[in-house]
C-alpha cells in the first residue's frame, strides 16, 4: 500500500510539474511611453484598444489588427483601414479618445491601450487600463513611438516591421537631404498646408506637418503654431503662398472661393493631399510616401525618378501585405476612398 501511494504521488507531483511547464503564468514586462511614464504589461498579448486615429494606421502594420478590440477609427471616415485590414470591423469602431471610459474597456477585457496624450493615458491607469501615451510631433519622435508600440506588441512581426520601417525612412531622408543640400532659401517654395475650409483651418509650425514641409524641401508660409489653426482668407492672402495643399477630406475651394484668387491657385500649385489607410498629410504612417509626394511636388527635377505610384503599391505591399491595384493606387493618391 505504502509503495502505491508513493507511485501515486509521485505521478501527481510529475504532472503537475508537467502543466506548470506547459502553461506558465503570465509575466509582464516594463514599457516606457512617449510621455516618459513606464507602464507593465502582460505578456499574453492582450486585446488592444487602440484610441488615437493616427496610431492604428501603426497598429495595423505592425501585425495587431486581430487584436484591436476598440478603435477611434471607423469604416465611414476610414475606408481604406477597413479594406485593408477588414478583421478590424469586428471591433467596436468610433470611440473617441476624449470619451473612452475605463469601466467599458476593462468590461471588454481591453489589456492594452494607446491614446494621443499624457492626460488621458494617466486617467485611463487610474483606473486599471494599462495604457501608453503615443503622442508625436516630430519625425524622429514618430520612429520612437513606433518602437515603443512594438514593444508593447512583443512579436517578432511587430519587431521586424518597425525595423523595415525606420530602414525605409532614414533612408528616404538621406536622399531628400541630399538632393536638396544644395537648394538655397530662395528656391524653397512657401507652403500652406489647410486642413478645413469650412471654418477654414490650416496647420502652422511646431507640428508634423511642418516637420515635411521643411524636410520636402519647402518653407511654411504659416506663421503661427500649431495644428486646426483657424485663420481668415485675409491672413493667408498676406502670407501670398507659392504652394496650397489641402487635406483630401476638405476638397478643393470652389470656383465662388476667394483662395482661387491667390497665386498658387493661378499658377496650378494647389493640390490635393493623397490619403489612404490614413491621411498621408497628418501623423500616421504613410508619412514616409508623404514625405516622397511632397518633394516631387515642390522640386520635380530633383525627383524625376519618383513614381509615387509604384512607391505607393510597394508600401502596401510590403507594411500592410495588401496587393494594391493600379486603380486602387490612382484612387489613394487623388485622395479618393475606394470604389464601392
Same mark, same amino acid.
Given at each position: 500500500?505504502?509503495?502505491?501511494? +508513493? ?5 501527481? $507531483? ?6 506548470? #511547464?506547459?502553461?506558465? !503564468? /503570465?509575466? &509582464? ?35 495587431a ?26 471591433a467596436?469602431t468610433?470611440?473617441?479618445?476624449? +470619451? ?5 474597456? $476593462? ?6 491601450? #494607446?491614446?494621443?496624450? !499624457? /492626460?488621458? &493615458? ?17 519625425l ?33 531622408l ?14 524653397r ?7 478645413r ?13 511642418? !516637420? ?43 470656383a465662388?472661393?476667394?483662395?482661387r ?48 505610384h ?21 484612387l ?9
Open positions: 500500500m505504502a509503495s502505491l501511494l +508513493t507511485r501515486l504521488c509521485c505521478s501527481t $507531483l510529475l504532472i503537475a510539474g508537467l502543466g506548470s #511547464f506547459i502553461a506558465p !503564468a /503570465a509575466t &509582464a514586462r516594463s514599457v516606457t511611453d512617449m510621455s516618459g511614464h513606464t507602464v507593465e504589461i502582460k505578456d499574453d498579448h492582450p486585446p488592444i484598444a487602440d484610441l488615437w486615429f493616427a496610431h492604428n494606421e501603426i497598429s495595423v502594420m505592425l501585425g489588427a486581430d487584436r484591436i478590440r476598440v478603435s477611434a477609427e471607423n469604416p465611414v471616415d476610414s475606408p481604406w483601414l477597413f479594406k485593408v485590414a477588414p478583421v478590424m470591423k469586428n467596436h468610433g470611440v473617441r479618445p476624449d +470619451t473612452a471610459s475605463a469601466e467599458n474597456l $476593462l468590461a471588454l477585457n481591453i489589456g492594452l491601450a #494607446f491614446v494621443p496624450t !499624457a /492626460a488621458k &493615458a494617466e486617467e485611463l491607469r487610474r483606473m486599471g487600463v494599462p495604457t501608453l501615451c503615443a503622442e508625436y510631433t516630430t524622429p519622435q514618430m520612429l520612437k513611438s513606433m518602437d515603443m508600440t512594438a514593444q508593447a506588441l512583443d512579436t517578432p512581426e511587430a519587431s521586424s516591421a518597425a525595423q523595415s520601417y525606420r530602414q525605409d525612412m532614414e533612408a528616404t538621406k536622399q531628400l537631404s541630399t538632393r536638396l543640400a544644395n537648394v538655397p532659401a530662395k528656391d517654395p512657401r507652403v500652406l498646408h489647410i486642413a475650409l469650412n471654418p477654414l483651418q490650416i496647420d502652422g509650425t511646431d507640428t508634423l506637418i511642418d !516637420a515635411w514641409i521643411q524636410t520636402a524641401g519647402g518653407q511654411n508660409a504659416a506663421t503661427v503654431s500649431g495644428n486646426h489653426r483657424p485663420v481668415s482668407f485675409e491672413q493667408i492672402a498676406v502670407w501670398n503662398p507659392d504652394v496650397i495643399i489641402i487635406g483630401a477630406p476638405a476638397g478643393m475651394p470652389n465662388a472661393s476667394p483662395l484668387s491667390l497665386a498658387a491657385f493661378k499658377n496650378g500649385r494647389a493640390w490635393i493631399n493623397p490619403r489612404g489607410v490614413f491621411a498621408w498629410d497628418r501623423y500616421g504612417a504613410e508619412e514616409l510616401l508623404q514625405l516622397q509626394w511632397v518633394a516631387q511636388k515642390l522640386h520635380p527635377d530633383l525627383f524625376t525618378d519618383t513614381d509615387m509604384k512607391a505607393t503599391q510597394a508600401f502596401y505591399r510590403k507594411f500592410f501585405h495588401y496587393p494594391l491595384t493600379d486603380q486602387e493606387a490612382d489613394i493618391l487623388a485622395g479618393k476612398p475606394p470604389a464601392p
